[in-house]
């Protein structure tokens, strides 16, 4: 098949192509058009679908834009108010409505008649949404929206100085690189210290989120948040104990692994002990990787990567900066972390990050690209329920990229020492990464299976999980000050909770996937396509074994895969 990056923004049918939302006033009458609009056949139900989902894609991307534009300025008031004001003002009156629009889509005679392979995934959403929907949790929904930038807002004001001049918490990690040891233990306890500055703030308000949440799912008949949460985030094909499996699996299969990584660089950096600072230091003759200079470079060589794997790859990376669909350097007042965002009308999605020049900033762009194709390939499905892809997938999208394009990292280094040193970084990655994934998960499940506990309680079971997925190899000692506040710093926790696990079960598929590339580039990139053109309008099994993978959470299954890395990385030594 022929893809193109081309893409176009939707035209409009239903509304007119200058409508523009600016109060629920302005939005009420194309609800009411849907609502009263009588439906006497199977093409006039489609037609109704399709003007609904037009309505839903003018929507969402209004929000997306408020949000990206508040995340890109946390300072800027005017830009948070114009958030608030949809979270607060609007949102709340769309729910009731869109509630009614369900049910009658599942009321219609003419349900039955749509294609089934078509609309299975789109039609279960829905019932799954009418069984959630409680008209006492909007106003709390609300507040949630609002609340949860609230961590943005706080964390996008964290920076501190080194040698006299300032960075963001983002900017300095880079130290942390720094064959000085001294340097380093600095600025670890430096940003540290700053956090901690922070942590009644946070602590805070994750007290109040925790107890809203709980509050929403009380409404709605469950027994704790957790469970509500799995079924509204459509986990249709995986339990609360398959995530308990994985953390076991993690501890058995996985955190040896993670020993021998830093076994080895503890030898490597010649210590007696390896701290915490220690971890992405270089030996005292080794430079730290620099794979670029600045975000106009960071995404040239991108670009010319992604063309390298796959031309519409680099192409979708064009078609965004053209657009002005990036803002990737770190700075002061800019929001933490990085996303793709993806845009239902215009088709070419938005990248936020925080680069600053690291090795890790070249995984975060490639990341990033990856969610970026999947939101190109998905753009041209009917319906924009279409492309509301299973997140298990999505991150399959994004992490099978980080391993795909390695074989095309020459483009960020001069040297072949420093393309192996780089490989060799990602791939402990890989594994390195399990155990973290696994200790945020299993947090939250004790968060929301025990909503109200104390603060002190909090921290004797977040530092208990922490402790049993921490490498043995690492030297703690003297900083449990620090880390007992470090759930503080993930801010999924805050602002998307229970999207964590969706990482490891991802990875799993994308090393799984990456096997496959090692014995057929060609073939495996196809199927990868081919998967991600299919949006959500197939189940998370189907969409798997389309990419020529399996959803398998075993322990075997991990063992098996972790030993392949381990493999491939024995390699590069």
Same mark, same amino acid.
């Given at each position: 098949?022929?893809?193109?990056?081309?893409?176009? #923004?939707?035209?409009?049918?239903?509304?007119?192509?200058?409508?523009?939302?600016?109060?629920?006033?302005?939005?009420?009458?194309?609800?009411?058009?849907?609502?009263?609009?009588?439906?006497?056949?199977?093409?006039?139900?489609?037609?109704?679908?399709?003007?609904?989902?037009?309505?839903? *894609?003018?929507?969402?991307?209004? &929000?997306?834009?408020?949000?990206?534009?508040?995340?890109?300025?946390?300072?800027?008031?005017?830009?948070?108010?114009?958030?608030?004001?949809?979270?607060?003002?609007?949102?709340?009156?769309?729910?009731?409505?869109?509630?009614?629009?369900? %049910?009658?889509?599942?009321?219609?005679?003419?349900?039955?008649?749509?294609?089934?392979?078509?609309?299975?995934?789109?039609?279960?959403?829905?019932?799954?949404?009418?069984?959630?929907?409680?008209?006492?949790?909007?106003?709390?929904?609300?507040?949630?929206?609002?609340?949860?930038?609230?961590?943005?807002?706080?964390?996008?004001?964290? /920076?501190?100085?080194?040698?006299? #001049?300032?960075?963001?918490?983002?900017? *300095?990690?880079?130290?942390?690189?720094?064959?000085?040891?001294?340097?380093?233990? +600095? &600025?670890?306890? #430096?940003?540290?210290?700053?956090?901690?500055?922070?942590?009644?703030?946070?602590?805070? !308000?994750?007290?109040?989120?925790?107890?809203?949440?709980?509050?929403?799912?009380?409404?709605?008949?469950?027994?704790?948040?957790?469970?509500?949460?799995?079924?509204?985030?459509?986990?249709f094909d995986y339990s609360p104990e398959?995530?308990?499996?994985?953390?076991?699996?993690?501890? +058995?299969?996985?955190?040896?692994?993670?020993?021998?990584?830093?076994?080895? @660089?503890?030898?490597?950096? $010649?210590?007696?002990?390896?701290?915490?600072?220690?971890?992405? *230091?270089?030996?005292?003759?080794?430079?730290?990787?620099?794979?670029?200079?600045? $975000?106009?470079?960071?995404?040239?060589?991108?670009?010319?990567?992604?063309?390298?794997?796959?031309?519409?790859?680099?192409?979708?990376?064009?078609?965004?900066?053209?657009?002005?669909?990036?803002? +990737?350097? /770190? %700075?002061?007042?800019?929001?933490?972390?990085?996303?793709?965002?993806?845009?239902?009308?215009?088709?070419?999605?938005?990248?936020?990050?925080?680069?600053? $020049?690291?090795?890790?900033?070249?995984?975060?762009?490639?990341?990033?690209?990856?969610?970026?194709?999947?939101?190109?390939?998905?753009?041209?499905?009917?319906?924009?329920?279409?492309?509301?892809?299973?997140?298990?997938?999505?991150?399959?999208?994004?992490?099978?990229?980080?391993?795909?394009?390695?074989?095309?990292?020459?483009?960020?280094?001069?040297?072949?020492?420093?393309?192996?040193?780089?490989?060799?970084?990602?791939?402990?990655?890989?594994?390195?990464?399990?155990?973290?994934?696994?200790?945020?998960?299993?947090?939250?499940?004790?968060?929301?299976?025990?909503?109200?506990?104390?603060?002190?309680?909090?921290?004797?079971?977040?530092?208990?999980? !922490?402790?049993?997925?921490?490498?043995?190899?690492?030297?703690?000692?003297?900083?449990?000050?620090?880390?007992?506040?470090?759930?503080? @710093?993930? !801010?999924?926790?805050?602002?998307?909770?229970?999207?964590?696990?969706?990482y490891g079960i991802a990875q799993l598929?994308?090393?799984?996937?990456?096997?496959?590339?090692?014995?057929?580039?060609?073939?495996?990139?196809?199927?990868?396509?081919?998967?991600?053109? +299919?949006?959500? =309008?197939? =189940?998370?099994?189907?969409?798997?074994?389309?990419?020529?993978?399996?959803?398998?959470?075993?322990?075997?299954?991990?063992?098996?895969?972790?030993?392949?890395?381990?493999?491939?990385?024995?390699?590069?030594?």
């Open positions: 098949m022929n893809y193109s990056a081309d893409i176009q #923004k939707i035209p409009r049918h239903f509304l007119p192509a200058s409508f523009t939302i600016t109060n629920w006033e302005s939005l009420e009458p194309w609800f009411c058009d849907l609502l009263d609009r009588p439906i006497p056949s199977r093409e006039a139900l489609e037609q109704w679908l399709r003007d609904y989902n037009e309505l839903e *894609a003018v929507i969402s991307e209004d &929000v997306c834009w408020r949000q990206i534009r508040m995340t890109c300025d946390t300072e800027n008031e005017k830009l948070e108010s114009a958030f608030n004001y949809f979270m607060l003002e609007i949102q709340p009156k769309i729910q009731p409505v869109a509630d009614q629009l369900n %049910r009658k889509l599942v009321g219609s005679p003419f349900i039955d008649k749509l294609n089934p392979e078509k609309y299975f995934t789109y039609i279960r959403n829905v019932k799954k949404n009418i069984e959630l929907f409680r008209e006492e949790n909007i106003q709390l929904q609300a507040d949630l929206n609002v609340m949860q930038q609230q961590f943005g807002s706080i964390s996008g004001k964290m /920076s501190i100085t080194i040698e006299g #001049k300032e960075y963001t918490l983002q900017q *300095a990690a880079k130290f942390l690189e720094n064959p000085d040891r001294q340097i380093r233990e +600095l &600025v670890y306890k #430096k940003i540290g210290d700053r956090r901690l500055e922070d942590k009644d703030a946070l602590n805070q !308000l994750f007290t109040q989120l925790v107890e809203k949440r709980n509050r929403i799912a009380v409404n709605t008949g469950f027994s704790n948040y957790r469970d509500y949460k799995f079924t509204e985030m459509g986990r398959d995530c308990f499996r994985f953390h076991e699996a993690v501890q +058995l299969h996985v955190l040896p692994l993670v020993n021998t990584i830093y076994k080895r @660089k503890k030898e490597k950096l $010649g210590l007696n002990n390896l701290r915490p600072w220690d971890i992405e *230091a270089h030996p005292a003759d080794e430079k730290p990787l620099s794979p670029f200079n600045g $975000g106009e470079e960071l995404v040239e060589k991108t670009i010319a990567c992604f063309t390298a794997l796959n031309p519409f790859f680099g192409d979708c990376l064009k078609k965004m900066r053209t657009m002005g669909h990036l803002d +990737l350097e /770190s %700075r002061k007042g800019k929001a933490p972390g990085g996303y793709n965002c993806p845009l239902a009308e215009s088709g070419a999605p938005f990248i936020f990050m925080n680069a600053a $020049g690291q090795m890790d900033d070249v995984t975060t762009m490639v990341h990033e690209g990856g969610h970026a194709v999947h939101s190109f390939l998905a753009h041209d499905l009917e319906l924009t329920a279409f492309k509301d892809y299973p997140m298990e997938m999505a991150e399959v999208a994004s992490m099978s990229m980080e391993l795909f394009s390695m074989d095309y990292w020459h483009v960020f280094f001069d040297n072949e020492d420093d393309l192996k040193r780089a490989r060799e970084h990602q791939l402990e990655r890989v594994i390195t990464i399990f155990p973290w994934i696994a200790t945020i998960d299993k947090f939250q499940h004790w968060v929301y299976e025990h909503p109200h506990h104390s603060i002190d309680e909090r921290i004797d079971n977040w530092t208990a999980i !922490l402790d049993a997925f921490t490498s043995c190899e690492i030297d703690t000692s003297g900083l449990s000050h620090y880390r007992k506040y470090f759930w503080q @710093k993930q !801010l999924h926790l805050f602002e998307v909770p229970f999207y964590y696990i969706e598929a994308a090393i799984g996937l990456w096997k496959n590339f090692r014995e057929n580039k060609k073939e495996t990139i196809e199927k990868y396509m081919s998967a991600l053109d +299919l949006g959500g =309008t197939k =189940t998370l099994p189907e969409l798997y074994r389309t990419a020529g993978i399996e959803l398998n959470f075993s322990a075997a299954y991990i063992q098996d895969l972790m030993l392949f890395v381990h493999e491939e990385l024995k390699k590069l030594g």
